[in-house]
């Protein structure tokens, strides 16, 4: 059982970092727009890959190289720069989370969802690289019970963010408050896409 708490510990430990995924689930939650696949995407993504890191560690070790690090940085920083464009030209249009006309369809949500989760190098040094190397010289049964626990913080903690957020709409209903939103969403992801555009060219 200590195992199965250490693996929640440490998977809460690094998931609670803010990041691009992060503020797309607060997003969505606060539209309350598909707040339950998104959050299931994001927790399944997560338990898949705490578990390839945990059996298959040794492996991506060779295999993920700086080049293809890179290659998810530039493809991420292009994923990034394109939200943020189509950010930008809603600020001008009358906002309500509330209106259907503001509703994307399942399809859009389900590639955004992806997107911020499979485009992020930091997603696999967190769950594949830094779990499996933490758990490598485990036994079988402790490997299994802190890739449960990891996967537990990932569940509880994308639906808590989700429909915590979800709560918080009742709050940002006006017009005004939703572009401070807006506007906040803007400026954390383009800071967020100077940080990758450094790490691609440093």
């Known amino acids: 059982m200590s195992f199965l708490i250490l693996g929640f510990l440490t998977g809460?430990?690094?998931?609670?970092?803010?990041?691009?995924?992060n503020i797309f689930v607060i997003e969505q939650g606060l539209k309350k727009q598909f707040i339950f696949i998104v959050c299931l995407i994001c927790a399944l993504s997560d338990f898949l890959l705490i578990f390839l890191?945990?059996?298959?560690f040794q492996y991506f070790e060779n295999f993920f190289s700086q080049s293809i690090e890179l290659i998810l940085n530039i493809l991420l920083l292009?994923?990034?720069?394109?939200?943020?464009w189509?950010?930008?030209k809603l600020l001008n249009k009358?906002?309500?989370?509330?209106?259907?006309q503001n509703k994307e369809n399942l399809v859009n949500i389900i590639f955004k969802t992806l997107g911020f989760t499979y485009l992020n190098p930091h997603v696999y040094s967190d769950t594949v690289f830094f779990l499996g190397n933490f758990s490598k010289n485990f036994l079988l049964g402790q490997k299994y019970l802190f890739g449960i626990g990891a996967s537990l913080s990932s569940i509880l903690f994308f639906f808590s963010l989700g429909y915590f957020s979800k709560y918080l709409s009742s709050y940002v209903g006006s017009e005004k408050l939703w572009k401070i939103v807006n506007y906040s969403i803007i400026l954390f992801m383009s800071l967020l896409s100077l940080?990758?555009?450094?790490?691609?060219?440093k």
């Open 94 to 100: 009358k906002i309500s989370i509330y209106h259907t």
């Open 78 to 84: 292009l994923f990034l720069i394109n939200f943020i």
């Open 86 to 88: 189509k950010k930008v």
């Open 12 to 21: 809460l430990s690094l998931i609670l970092a803010l990041g691009a995924q």
């Open 53 to 56: 890191g945990i059996f298959l």
């Open 195 to 201: 940080y990758v555009f450094l790490s691609i060219i």
